[in-house]
């Protein structure tokens, strides 16, 4: 062990190492290529990262900074020194190097390296650190301040000796010490040397805003939920809708799998939310997914989550929904659109209260409530091989099935008051409501597009009316006619659409003049003629498209693509 009060050797060989080249702009160390910058420059540097990662963070940053560099200087003081000098004379270029490169004069105290007897000790006093000249500005710290020389010290050498070692400042003056003095140890020899090797990992700022971002995410997706247009709540009479949110609320109470069937636009989410706030979990997140609205390629990572390095492209780990709805709900819309893998990793967290991030190798327990919903044949689908059976089986102990609204027609005018309130409140109008005719109208017509479909009409009838005026059925429909049952009886038109039966006779007594006549008399336009005898079709033909095609002269895929046209079911 060489123990004694230390002298450096000779720093001519770290002098002959430095070439500056001004006609190329650069300067060299050895193999590396240096820069000089002005002790202001390197303040202000400071003082941004202070000010916009905070001081903890930028301790970090410029710990890790020193730290680096030393690795790389301790590769030249080894290269210049090390089989000419021995190991304590290359551990002295570390300093040496550093009072090169003018950034603090280290003067030695203590230089015990003796690593074939596990022991290594060294003790330096700092003059004229930079570090401290630009802390100056912002007064005494309550901790050292010396962190890019404290990481320099550590990792030269560290990288010298091969193994860990960490420096201490146990004095500073900026923390109003008489002097900046640094004790360096093996790392183990070092009560809390864990808490400093955590500073020298990356802790990189993204990550946080990603999960913040997705905690800011929740929070408003809920305060919008509260606020939204579309919460009509438990509006409704209709005793088919009464008794489905009778047993939806029994349900809320217990921890099953809810599974919400029904047509596109009843409410499917909007009920998944009020479960979710009369349960025990209302006071944690509801986060809710359209699993169609995801490509299937990404649907897995946005479920459970990705870790970094996952995918080209997966530059930061970010948490799945079900980790965001970790002690709450989540609610998973058209879930018969995800892919076989997706189902797979469902069904476990569904029975193990556990998921694996997309690359990673960990599972992690969550503890989510689920409900599904889909407007799909599930039991069809699992047929065909589709939908896995166990996890159909595993959401359909407490299924709901959700009526369409031509199925409630009672309720259609009380929700078109309700969204005619928000809409009106929203966009500043104050109209006279609706017109007899736009009431009639929505009373009977068939609202393919359920509760959404309303509301949309309603938004548009209430952006077309002026103030003090009433909101007509062309406000709400455009240029279609809905064939009420007045209009139709007026014009020779039953409520089907068909040619009622004239006075005396049957429709069938009319020539197809006065039948084409009729249908100009009701104001109806080719493209209403179509949707009417398509619907017309298939309630005549007990919703069998084959039979309803036949009727219309046509092949039963041409009568589906007519009825996706004009989107009815």
């Known amino acids: 062990m060489t123990s004694s009060t230390p002298q450096y050797p000779s720093a001519r060989d770290l002098m002959d190492a430095l070439r500056f080249l001004p006609e190329e702009g650069q300067i060299w160390l050895g193999e590396q290529r240096m820069l000089l910058m002005s002790l202001q420059a390197s303040a202000f540097f400071r003082s941004e990262l202070v000010t916009t990662l905070g001081i903890e963070r930028a301790r970090g940053v410029f710990i ?3 730290y680096y560099s030393g690795l790389q200087d301790a590769e030249l003081g080894e290269s210049l020194r090390g089989e000419r000098l ?19 004069q280290a003067i030695p105290v203590t230089v015990e390296v003796d690593p074939e007897h596990n022991h290594f000790r060294s003790e330096f006093v700092w003059k004229g650190s930079f570090e401290v000249e630009v802390w100056r500005a912002r007064g005494v710290q309550e901790m050292p301040v010396c962190w890019t020389l404290l990481g320099y010290a550590s990792g030269y050498a560290t990288q010298l000796l091969g193994r860990e070692v960490q420096y201490r400042e146990v004095e500073c003056r900026g923390c109003g010490d008489a002097q900046c003095r640094i004790v360096g140890k093996f790392a183990e020899e070092w009560p ?5 090797t955590a500073l020298l990992r990356e802790a990189p700022l993204i990550d946080e805003l990603y999960e913040l971002q997705a905690r800011v995410a929740t929070l408003e997706g809920g305060l919008a939920r509260r606020r939204s247009d579309d919460d009509w709540g438990p509006i409704g009479s209709a005793p088919a809708f009464r008794e489905m949110l009778a047993m939806l609320d029994s349900a809320a109470v217990a921890e099953v799998p809810v599974l919400l069937l029904g047509e596109t636009g009843t409410g499917k989410e909007i009920l998944a939310q009020r479960l979710h706030e009369q349960s025990q979990r209302a ?20 479920l459970f989550g990705v870790e970094k390095g996952a995918y080209t492209g997966a530059v ?14 989540l609610f998973l819309d058209e879930l018969a659109e995800l892919s076989p893998r997706a189902q797979a990793a469902l069904l476990r967290a569904l029975q193990e209260h556990q998921i694996e991030r997309v690359g990673g190798q960990a599972l992690q327990d969550v503890d989510v409530r689920v409900v599904a919903a889909t407007h799909a044949d599930l039991a069809q689908r699992v047929e065909e091989g589709r939908f896995r059976r166990d996890l159909f089986f595993r959401l359909n102990a407490f299924t709901l099935t959700v009526p369409p609204l031509r199925e409630r027609r009672e309720d259609i005018l009380p929700l078109a008051e309700h969204f005619l309130a928000r809409c009106e409140h929203h966009y500043q109008r104050r109209t006279l409501g609706f017109s007899d005719q736009a009431r009639s109208a929505m009373s009977q017509y068939a609202w393919p597009g359920n509760v959404r479909e309303l509301k949309n009409s309603i938004e548009r009838g209430v952006i077309l009316t002026v103030d003090h005026k009433h909101i007509t059925e062309r406000a709400l429909f455009g240029n279609y006619r809905v064939p009420t049952l007045e209009r139709e009886k007026g014009q020779g038109l039953d409520n089907t659409g068909r040619l009622a039966a004239a006075p ?9 003049r006065q039948s084409i006549q009729a249908l100009f008399d009701a104001g109806l336009t080719l493209e209403d003629i179509e949707r009417e005898m398509l619907m017309a079709a298939q309630a005549d033909s007990d919703d069998n498209l084959a039979a309803a095609a036949r009727r219309l002269g046509m092949t039963r895929p041409a009568y589906a693509y007519r009825l996706k046209k004009f989107g009815l079911r």
């Open 504 to 512: 005396g006779g049957g429709a069938g007594e009319a020539s197809p």
């Open 283 to 302: 006071n944690g997140p509801f986060i809710a997914v359209n699993c169609a609205a995801i490509p299937p390629e990404l649907i897995e990572s946005e």
């Open 86 to 104: 021995g190991l304590r004379e290359s551990f002295l270029a570390g300093p040496q190097l550093h009072a090169l490169q003018g950034h603090v």
């Open 192 to 196: 809390d040397h864990e808490a400093f």
């Open 64 to 66: 890790r900074l020193g």
């Open 316 to 329: 930061q780990s970010r948490l799945g929904r079900f980790e965001r709805a970790d002690g709450g709900t």
